[in-house]
């Protein structure tokens, strides 16, 4: 079984039971976020936790153990994404990374955002006008360092 049949099972499982990401989540005291894009094959979760989702799920022992495998990260099939949604977030990269750079390394200097020492939450915002999507992204800044 591979990790991409296994996310297609999860998926699918998910939709079977009438399961939210929010409940996965509880099963492994984990944030909505993390499980999401570990279910979807892009963490790698504990033996505890793999067990936890295999029962909640009724998944067969391949993918338990399939999940507590480092997954390639990152996977995305095309290089510029093509559903609606995340073409969005290419296209705000495309039109405003210059600027989240520039002002990133203005306040901390030359260095990245941590995608690893990182956490995210995605909620809703109510809005007279339609509401909207409140995304908060947080990574730990690592300078480059001199040698």
């Known amino acids: ?14 939709i079977e039971k009438k399961l939210k990401w929010s409940a996965l989540a509880e099963a492994i005291g984990l944030s909505k976020e993390w499980t999401t894009a570990a279910l979807l094959g892009q963490m790698t979760l504990s033996a505890d ?15 338990v153990t399939q999940l507590q495998t480092v997954p390639y990260k990152g996977s995305l099939p095309t290089a510029v994404p093509t559903d609606p949604l995340i073409y969005r977030f290419y296209e705000l990269i495309s039109v405003y990374g210059t600027t989240i750079k520039e002002l990133i390394h203005e306040e901390f200097g030359d260095g990245i955002m941590s995608a690893i020492d990182f956490s ?25 360092k001199t040698y």
């Open 49 to 63: 936790q793999a067990e936890k989702l295999g029962a909640a799920l009724d998944l067969p022992a391949e993918a």
């Open 120 to 144: 995210m939450d995605i909620s809703r915002e109510p809005d007279p006008k339609g509401d909207r999507v409140h995304i908060v992204l947080s990574g730990k800044f690592l300078p480059y």
């Open 1 to 14: 079984m591979t990790r991409e049949e296994v996310t297609a099972l999860i998926v699918g499982k998910k």
